[in-house]
């Protein structure tokens, strides 16, 4: 259905959360394909890491309604720099690695998004915080780290 | 300030070394940690309800009208200036009394005395207030003899006059007093909705409590008595029922077996609702918790389900309240429910159906009115409860 | 009662079985098929086969993971096993003292005392809380059930066992909604715990959490595990963390075991094509190991009609005519790699890339 | 208006007679049946008209034809919103009740000297609507096929059994009929030829002397082997649109579940004016059918009505009057004949024995008589227009003693507490009275819903007792229920609309315990009207009074009928048997400002089927 | 499609006799008979009936017979379309109603229609404009319909209409209507007098009705698809009209069969208030005068109304929403 009016940009929303392996695959591959058909771009959507790394080109990581890093898959994936990034990347256990032997989880949970936090938004469940004054009144600002790469964090500034 | 874009890298690694070094944090830094999530209050379902509830204000305005009207209906001999058996014959079909506040600047409700006449060609009661002649009205006045709650004999009534009448809201052509009536007629309007939907709850909840947790042949019996039940319309049934009552007998047995038949049809409702509701709570994870935990099936249903359904028993409650004094209204007005010397809400508009108390006497139909706003209160409290009541969004 | 089986003829049934005193869980030839009824006199028309002649063993301490796509069976087989439904046929054997005993033939009470060894953890901690009881009551229900503790010592109880999952004591008399989902799984946990069961069965215990949460209770669960000496049966459709978790992993296919073996081996070496399918068709954190992946083709056939033979052939890439006619045995093609496949020894299988 | 005027209003004198009016050369008919006679389809009006027509004497004046009478009903239980608009009976109840009997289809008719036969001479001439000729033998028929058959009619009517004997009836010729009995027999004229004496054996009422031979012995069994009684019924009834009549509208339109009832013209009445103009001057009466009396009574105000009074309720009397002249139609206040218009009956043989002492005292009915306010229940039921009284006949009635006018009915509630107190009913502590035993004494008043009137009225006497230490409650139910119950003697004491206060003695339930229905003591009544084989004996202050009205019956003095009569409503009054309070209550009439021959006032009482003997056959529309 | 309706018409039958056996024993409860309140009424305009007479008329009526041989002699007919005689109108019971049940169908059919024609256009406003002076304001009208006792309705409609508007406010016709054939003035008489009763009847379900359109269309309307539809640059009235409405009055239609005895029932009150010759007032009238079969049959009646509007309601559903199956 969404594509009877020859789209140029398809946004999927979450197109396979929620859907077995294998099926989720039929649905990645149906997409790629789609995608050399009528030469579109995609929006995807998604908190799979594992999907992203396998189709998409670039990556924006979201936090509590922001951006906090930016950049081509092979750079956030392989190189994260928001500590948030970092988090996820390390609490997610990872197929055929059974070297990993602890998954080092980001403490806390996801606030209420209704709560206002100040600040960098991560900073209650960030290691670093106490380090740095994240607490500030200030959102801190997307920064270039490297050509393409952006990141959202006092750190790099 | 400034760490250098080449050394981002460094940076990375550092947050890694955090994240290595939170892993091996004590557990008394994870518990803060996690204090400073979001905690609510600690707030039971039944705060959470009553908060949510606050939030909608016709709700709490319709709870409050309730409320007072039980809270009249419970006190009403006292704030009833007059008993149901005083009639004050001078003064049949009296329009209501305007209450005057102040005499000569200062604070002293009254009414005016009354010339009382006929119109000499409609033969209609004339009643022409005098207003050198003010009658103040007392509070707490001795009156007529009562018995509050049925059990403490007393004499003072809210307010009153010493002489003449004071008459909120007319009489009727007894000469009583309408709003005495009206208060007194309250007592069962309300009650008998109470009761009938107490009623209509036992066996409704019995049933659709069993009907849903056991399911099988249970399910199937109290399913197709419902239908059966159902397939009813609902005021011819009543009509063929009440219809069928001796009705040499007493007034509260009468009243008693009226209450009686308005749930037997209503429970049905009732049973339906909690059946649905204990068929998804019997497939929530806390029931099989709980059984996988050993809990016995009367634990279960008493310790889990029930008080899972409570909040949709009182919604329901609440809802059902309206059609259940709507229906003993409409029976009353047909001449099938109560009768005289009962005075309910329904019997005084049954007294009150004449072409002539329209045209000329229009405030024997308060009742109706009263009929209405509690139907409407029940109507806008039950809606804010059932918003209320979903424990699951808060 | 019951003293059923002491003698168990390991080879010619032909299931996995560590050491005999180790062993704390003993799955035979469990079979569930819900009847279908049609009509008016509610004749029964077909079956639904669940769960289909599983038979697995577990090993004190140890983890074994359970893998599947929905309708699978693996929420049938938990049921089956904490006998929430009777089973159709085959029997679970309990180690209680080094006693084995079939918990189907187990009374009511027997069945009760038994279960305080035998605990769950559920998918959704939203719907496995009665969000109208506080922590307290939800906790001490079982305690309180089987008599173990009440008033002061519940709460005392109580608090222990909210330590135990890293929760405050501070809690004890909030209600679910209160917490966050992985509190109100840490919740849950120590539900499961209050009786101080030997097996737990967890059913996807972390599916249902946010990415960032997943890990803290997999840490949880390790260290508990650790600390209380607990055998896990951990069921789930994610392929990674049963990976993580797992001493041992079992794929099941409508209704069937079809691959069994030490998680290492499993996913290095998967011995049958739907192993190998799942595997392929698990995405990868990996943005340089874009791989082929192999696309089952269709749907998941209806399990009250399953094909014929290997219940995997309408979908399989290597299927040959005897896959059609003959259903595979369960045999073990390597030391504890078990699996029902025809050409297990022929095939050469891609597993996970290291 | 107070009752004395009631005397001075039958201002109109009816001269009914069929004898010397048969030199009218010539007749005049309506309009449609004059077409009807030319073309040939309706024989002349001299051939449709007997030879002696009885002339009604105008209350107004000599009419015109035509118009459509409109009139509302509640449904085929009202069966009188009709009924009375057609009163055709052998003999006819005067305009005056003082009046002797009139002749009606009977133009004369004499006793034997013993009073054991009495002879009735037809009109001759007289036809049934469709023509046929009216003849002894549709008396006969009535007498021998339908009122003696047991398959249709399980007992003949009491007036015509006398000593358990039925009559006998010799017929002389088509026009002359005998009535034999073996003993005097004082109810034939009144209660059998002016009351009964009808079309209508059959139906809600079985009233009834004569019925169309020629149409239903079609329809009998023993006539045609084929019929069944089942049907003869449906075809007998009174609503049976096929059935000849002779009343003079004949209903044409009325079936299940109808919303009107349609009666049109009989072109064979036997009635003229002194005119000759053949009546009835209406083409036809059409009654709509109101669920609800409320949404009748509205279509009375809203001029509706052309002329009615029944179902009129007084209560509406000032909306009648606010909208009269918006709607053109005149407001009358006509007396109704009850002694009073609700009434109370101590039940003298209550099972209750101790009930029943305390009731038997004749000064505990005083009491409770004289316990009562009569003027307030006047000013708040009545709207001042009833008549305070006592349980006795009304003024217009031949049996009428104006000194029993008030006993017992004054407001006097010291007399009434001097008199329980002298009978042993002391008072308690909390003020309420015992029974002489020291036991609680609690009577219950019963009634059905009336209106809004009566109810209103019983409970004023449920406080003026209470009031009078005598603890009192009260019930209300359906008049099917309640009835039964108070038939069944399970009633203490009764409550009833009583009429009948012209005439008591036609039906004398009130007077005395006459049958069941006397619910002073229906048991006693019972026992009476059986001849002792059930009910209870009475005691002796009773049996004297059924045996003054045995000797009432076997007489047909009529001067001897008034003295016993007097005597027996005498005692009556003395004893408080029955306790009234308002009567004479007028009924609200609406007359349409064009319908014409409708009397300023007149008394109404059901017995004398008003407005029947007003003849409605010549009221007409002056337009 | 066809199969399932007429199974679902057959398993009506055990329904309907159970139904007409619960029926007969509620009419049957009240002391006495129809010759007990024959009597009655005799007596009230002031005749008598003797014993012999009673027994006579009880025999001829079978109501001397025990109830279970009664009520085989009611059922019986049945088949044939015959559901016994009316004692008190000797009449068939059919006869006697069959008029009065086309009018109650009418009435209530059109106070169903009225009903919806409201409440659908105001629940998609209501829901469109959510909190808006307009939402609250119709459901505050919506809340005070559903209030007002019908029969307090129909009574001041009654006195208002006639006397001080000028109105016909009872009947079906004008008196000088009621006999003329039809005709154009004569229908358009029968709608002077129709509207009240069925805006009476209707105003009572209405504020329940546009409460389940609102919510359902509220619901819709943060459906996915109706998202996409929008993205597809569809106009907004063909979104709302063509995808959102059709799906939003599912539940409407679910309550339909719940309606529909809520209708009857308001319909008795209504004709019986309005003078309106629907099965009301006879009802009222043959449970007094314990006129039994013609009571029973038309409780019975309305009760296989009911079963059938409950049937209609589930294919109106299945045919809307073709999600649901035949089973």
Known sequence: MALSCNPTLLIADEPTTALDVTIQAQIIELLMSLQQKYNMAILMITHNLGVIAEMADEVAVMYLGRIVESGTVKQVLDNPLHPYTIGLMRSVPRMGAPDQKRLTPILGSVPDPLAKVEGCAFHLRCPVYKQKGCSGKDVPPLVEVEPGHFVRCLLYH | MMSGMKHYKETADYINKMYNRQSQLDESLADQMRESEKIADATSQWRLMWRKFKRNRIAVVGGIVVLLFYLVALFGDFIAPYTLEQRMTRYSYLPPQRVYFFAGGRFQPHVYALETGRDPITLQRTYVPNPDKRIPIRFFVEGAPYKLFGLIPARRHLFGVEEGIISLFGTDGQGRDMFSRIIKGSQISLTIGLVGVALSLLIGAVLGVASGYYGGWVDNVVQRLIEIVRSFPPIPLWMALTAALPQHWSPLLIYFTITVILSLIGWTWLARQLRGKVLALREEDFIMAARLAGASDRWIIFKHLIPATFSHIIVISTLSMPSMILAESSLSFLGLGLRPPLTSWGVLLQQAQNTQVLLLYPWLMLPGVFVALSILAFNFMGDGLRDAADPYTV | MCVACCIIDDHEKGETRMTGDNTILEVKNLTKHFPIYRGFLRRIVGNVQALNDVSFSVAKNETLGIVGESGCGKTTLIRVMMRAYEPTSGEMLFNQNGEMINIYSLNKRELKELRRHMQIIFQDPLSSLNPRKTVLEIIGEPLLIHGVARGQELKSRVSELLDMVGLSVKHLERYPNAFSGGQRQRIAIARALALQPQIVLCDEPVSALDVSIQAQIVNLLQDLQKELGLTYLFISHDLSVVEHISNRVAVMYLGSFVELAPSAELYRNPKHPYTEALLSATPIIDPDARRKRIILPGELPDPSNPPSGCKFHTRCNYAEEVCRTTVPAWEEVSPGHWTSCHLAKTLSLRGVLK | MRKKALLLLLVVVIVMSGIGINAAPKYKEAPELAKLARAGQLPPVEERLPKEPLVVEPVESIGKYGGTWRRAFTGINDFHAFGRQVYDTILRWPRDPKDPIKPGLAKEWYWSDDGKVLTLRLREGLKWSDGHPFTTADITFWWYDIELDTNITPAPHPEWVIDGKPMELEVVDDYTIKLKFPKPNGLAETVGLAFHGNQWPLGFERFGFFAPRHYLEQYHPRYNPKATYELFEEKAIDYNTERPVMTAWKITEWGPGATRLVAKRNPYYWKVDPAGNQLPYIDEIVLTLFEEVEALNLRAIEGGIDFQFRRMSLSNYPSFMMNKDRYGYEVLLWPDAVPSKLCYYFNQSIEDKGLREIFQNPKFRQAMSLAINRDEINEVSYLGLGTPRAFVVVPDSPYYDPNQEQLYAQYNPELANKLLDEIGLKRGRDGYRTRPDGSRLEIIVEGMEWDRATTDEMELVVAAWNEVGVRTSMRTSSRELYWTRACGNEIQVSTWVESRAIDPMVDPIWVFPYDERSWMAPAFGNWYASGGKFGEEPPKYIKEMMDLYDRYKTTVDRDEQIKIAKELLRRNAEGCFVIGTVGLVPNVVVVKNDFRNVPETFTTDWIYMAPGTLDPCHFYFDR | ?327
Do not use: C
């Open chain 5, 1 to 327: 499609m066809l199969s399932y309706i007429v199974k679902r018409v057959l398993g009506m039958i055990p329904a309907i006799l159970i139904i007409s056996f619960i029926t007969f024993v509620v009419i049957q409860l009240p002391p006495g008979d129809f010759v007990t309140s024959v009597q009655a009424q005799v007596a009230a305009s002031g005749g008598g009936m003797d014993a012999a007479t009673v027994e006579a008329l009880r025999a001829r009526y079978g109501l001397d017979q025990p109830m279970i041989v009664q009520y085989w002699r009611w059922i019986r007919g049945f088949p044939k379309g015959d559901f016994g005689f009316s004692l008190e109108w000797n009449a068939p019971v059919w006869d006697v109603i069959a008029e009065r049940m086309g009018w109650t169908l009418l009435l209530s059919g059109l106070a169903l229609v009225f009903m919806w024609v409201v409440s659908i256009p105001i629940g998609i406003y209501s829901a469109r404009n959510q909190y808006s002076l307009g939402d609250n304001l119709f459901s505050f009208l919506g809340f005070l319909g559903l209030s007002i006792p019908d029969f307090m309705l129909a009574l001041i409609w009654l006195v208002f209409g006639t006397l001080v508007l000028g109105i016909p406010a009872y009947g079906l016709f004008s008196p000088e209507m009621v006999d003329a054939p039809w005709s154009m003035a004569k229908f358009l008489d029968l709608l002077k007098h129709l509207w009240a009763p069925v805006v009476i009847m209707g105003v009572i379900g209405t504020a329940e009705l546009i409460r389940i359109m609102r919510g359902s269309m509220l619901e819709v309307l943060n459906q996915q698809y109706i998202t996409t539809a929008r993205a597809k640059g569809l106009p907004e009235r063909t979104v709302i009209n063509k995808y959102a409405v059709r799906m939003a009055i599912n539940p409407l239609i679910s309550v339909l069969g719940m309606q529909v005895p809520k209708m009857i029932s308001s319909s008795i009150i209504v004709g019986l208030v309005l003078s309106i010759p629907t099965i009301g007032p006879v009802f009222l009238r043959s449970l007094i005068s314990q006129d039994m079969y013609l009571a029973g049959s038309i409780l019975l009646f309305t009760s296989v109304l009911l079963l059938i509007s409950n049937l209609l309601a589930d294919l109106a559903l299945a045919w809307v929403d073709p999600r649901i199956r035949y089973e």
